[in-house]
C-alpha cells in the first residue's frame, strides 16, 4: 500500500473511499479521521435490527419518495409540500444548479467541493469569496454582500457551519443576509452540519425559509446519523421551489437503506440527541489534546471535525501519507480545496481513545526521529517542497508581524495601500494575493500588507501574516479568481467594497453614504492559537430530550421543524 497510497488521493476535490483503500490494503479499512460521521448513531440496537432485515432491505423496491417524506415531514413538523428528498444533498444540489442557478453563483472559499465544481460543471460563473487565515477563516457577512453586489452574482451560498473550518454564523445574522439580498435569484442556506452545533438553541433557518421567495435551505441525514452510505438528504423551501426540484426527481430516488433508517427514527429520538451530546463533548476535548503539539494550531468549529494548521516547514501529503502507512490512521489534508493549502487538514472529532491513537501518530510523524521528522529542525533547512516554507519561517521569527515598510515597498506609496500593477501580478488594475516576485525580489518571500492582500480588514499599516502560505505557493495558486471573485470575469474591488464596520442587524457592517467605510476596531489576532480566544467553544449541556416533544411529536421524542438541534 505504501508504493499506491499518493494514487489514492488524486480524486479531484474529494479523498478515496474508504471501499477503495480497504481494497488496496487488503485489509479492514483505516482508522477514519476524514470522513464526518457521527460514531455513536445509529445505536449499536439498531444496528443489529438492520442487519436482521438485510435480505428484505436488499430485495424488494422501497415506497415512493412521497411516502419516504411524509414521514419525515411528520417527525420534523414540517408541511410536505415544502420538502425535497435527494438520494444524499449532492444530488440535491445538482438539481438546485441546474434549474435555480441562471448566470452565477457566490460562495465563500474553502469549502464543501460541489458548491464549486457543480455550477462549473455547467458552464456558470462562480465568485469565490476568499476566507482570510489571518482571521481564523471566519465569514464577515457584509464585506461578503459587498463582493456579490460588486460582482452582480444572482445566486448566494452560504454553509453554517462551514466545511473544512467549522465557521459558524448566528441565526439572525443569516437572516439578516438573506433580508439584504432579497432581490438575489436564489439564496442556498447549507445547514449539512448543523446539528453538531451548540453554539445557540436554535440556529436553524428552516421555519423562516418556508415563507421566504428565493430562500432554500439544505439539510444532510447521513452526515448526522454517520450514514454516509445510506444516500439521504432533504432541502427545505417555500412550496414553489420545492415543488420545481421535487418535480424532477425520480419516483423512487430513495433506496431501501434510506426508507428503513427514516421510519425507524420515530422510536430513537433520546438516543440521537445524546449523540450528539457526546460528539460535541469530544470536539472540546479533541481541541485541547491537539492543542499541545507544538506549532499546530487549531481552529474554532462548530461541526464534528477540527480545521487545523501544521507547523511551520510540514508538507500536509506528506504528514497524511505517513500517517496512513505508518499508523493505519486516515486524514483529510485540504491542499485540493479551494482557499486552502497543504498546510491544512480537516480532522473529524472521534471519541477520545481514538483521538490519543491519533495524537501519538502526529507525534510520531511530526517530529518523531528527527532524521524522519516531518518537521524540520530549526536552522537547518527542509525538504518542504509546498514553496512557502521561506514565508512560514519569516512569520515566525517575527511572531506574525514581518519587516515594517514593507506596504511602502510593495504599493509605492508610504501607508497608500493600493491594488498591484500588471508588472507586479500580470493582471492590469486585478487585487491579487502578493508572491516573492510581486515584491521585486526573487526568491525572497515578504511578509504581506492589508493592500497586497486586497481583501484585508482595512487596516493601513497592518500587516496581514500567513495569507502568504496560503494563497502564493508558486505553483499552487488556486486563489487568483477567488480574489478577483469572479471566474472569467476578475473586477477589482475599491477601498470601500472591502471595508466595513459593524452597526447593521445581525452584526452585518456598511459604508457611509459617501462609500467610504466607517473606522474599524484596531487589534490584530496573532497567528497561533489566537482563534481559541475569540470564539471560545460553548461547554455542551446534557441533552434532556427533545422541547416540547409530548405536544410536537405525540410523545415520540422527535422535535418540531423549529426546535432545537432538530434532525437533519
Request: neutral net charge; glycine residues 10%.
Amino acid at each position: 500500500m505504501a508504493d499506491n497510497v499518493t494514487s489514492l488521493f488524486r480524486t479531484g476535490a474529494h479523498s478515496p473511499s474508504m471501499a477503495a483503500l480497504a481494497r488496496e490494503s487488503g485489509e479492514a479499512g483505516p482508522l477514519d479521521f476524514c470522513i464526518p460521521c457521527n460514531p455513536y448513531f445509529p445505536t449499536p440496537a439498531m444496528f443489529d435490527e438492520l442487519t436482521h432485515r438485510l435480505r428484505d432491505i436488499i430485495t424488494y423496491y422501497p415506497s415512493s419518495a412521497d411516502t419516504i417524506t411524509g414521514e419525515l415531514c411528520n417527525l420534523l413538523q414540517l408541511p410536505p409540500q415544502c420538502v425535497a428528498m435527494g438520494n444524499g444533498s449532492t444530488e440535491l444540489i445538482t438539481w438546485i444548479d441546474h434549474l435555480l442557478v441562471r448566470e452565477s453563483l457566490a460562495i465563500p472559499v474553502p469549502t464543501f467541493g460541489r458548491w464549486t465544481d457543480q455550477p462549473l460543471e455547467t458552464g456558470k460563473r462562480v465568485d469565490m469569496f476568499p476566507l482570510q487565515e489571518s482571521n481564523g477563516f471566519a465569514l464577515d457577512p457584509a464585506q461578503y454582500i459587498q463582493f456579490i453586489r460588486s460582482r452582480g452574482t444572482r445566486a448566494a451560498v452560504i454553509c453554517n457551519p462551514n466545511n473544512p473550518d467549522g465557521g459558524f454564523l448566528p441565526k439572525q445574522t443569516i437572516l439578516a443576509f438573506c433580508d439584504a439580498l432579497a432581490d438575489l435569484d436564489l439564496i442556498v442556506i447549507d445547514e449539512s452540519f448543523l446539528e453538531f452545533a451548540d453554539a445557540e438553541n436554535e440556529p436553524s433557518v428552516v421555519e423562516e425559509a418556508v415563507m421566504r421567495p428565493n430562500v432554500i435551505v439544505l439539510r444532510s441525514l447521513g452526515k448526522n446519523f454517520g450514514l454516509h452510505g445510506v444516500r439521504f438528504g432533504y432541502m427545505v423551501a417555500n412550496p414553489g421551489l420545492a415543488g420545481r426540484i421535487r418535480s424532477m426527481l425520480p419516483k423512487w430516488n430513495l433506496n431501501a437503506f434510506a426508507e428503513t433508517v427514516v421510519f425507524m427514527l420515530r422510536d430513537h429520538g433520546p438516543e440521537y440527541m445524546e449523540s450528539l451530546h457526546m460528539v460535541r463533548r469530544d470536539r472540546l476535548d479533541m481541541a485541547r489534546q491537539l492543542s499541545t503539539l507544538p506549532g499546530l494550531t487549531v481552529y474554532p468549529s462548530q461541526g464534528n471535525f477540527l480545521f487545523v494548521r501544521l507547523p511551520v516547514g510540514a508538507e500536509g501529503t506528506v504528514v497524511r501519507d505517513r500517517l496512513l502507512t505508518e499508523h493505519r490512521i486516515l486524514v483529510r489534508e485540504c491542499g485540493n480545496k479551494i482557499g486552502s493549502s497543504s498546510r491544512f487538514l480537516r480532522l473529524v472529532v472521534r471519541p477520545q481513545v481514538d483521538v490519543r491513537r491519533l495524537v501519538s501518530g502526529l507525534e510520531s510523524v511530526l517530529y518523531g526521529t528527527r532524521r524522519g521528522a516531518a518537521v524540520p529542525e530549526l536552522n537547518t533547512g527542509t525538504n518542504y517542497s509546498s514553496g512557502t516554507a521561506a514565508v512560514d519561517r519569516l512569520v515566525s521569527s517575527t511572531n506574525g508581524q514581518g519587516y515594517p515598510g514593507l506596504a511602502a515597498a510593495a504599493n509605492g506609496m508610504p501607508g497608500q495601500p493600493q491594488p498591484l500593477t500588471a508588472a507586479a501580478n500580470g493582471m492590469a488594475g486585478q487585487p491579487q494575493p502578493l508572491v516573492a516576485a510581486a515584491n521585486g525580489m526573487a526568491g525572497q518571500p515578504q511578509p504581506l500588507a492589508p493592500a497586497a492582500n486586497g481583501m484585508g480588514n482595512g487596516m493601513a499599516g497592518q500587516p496581514q501574516p500567513l495569507v502568504a502560505a496560503a494563497n502564493g505557493m508558486p505553483g499552487q495558486q488556486p486563489l487568483v479568481a477567488a480574489a478577483n471573485g469572479m471566474v472569467g470575469q476578475p473586477q477589482p474591488l475599491t477601498a470601500a467594497q472591502t471595508r466595513g464596520t459593524t452597526g447593521m442587524p445581525g452584526g452585518l457592517t456598511a459604508v457611509n453614504p459617501q462609500g467610504q467605510p466607517q473606522p474599524q476596531p484596531q487589534g490584530y489576532p496573532q497567528p497561533q492559537m489566537p482563534q481559541q480566544q475569540q470564539m471560545p467553544q460553548p461547554v455542551p449541556q446534557q441533552p434532556t430530550g427533545w422541547p416540547n416533544a409530548p405536544a410536537a411529536s405525540n410523545g415520540a421524542g422527535w422535535p418540531a421543524a423549529g426546535a432545537v438541534n432538530r434532525v437533519g
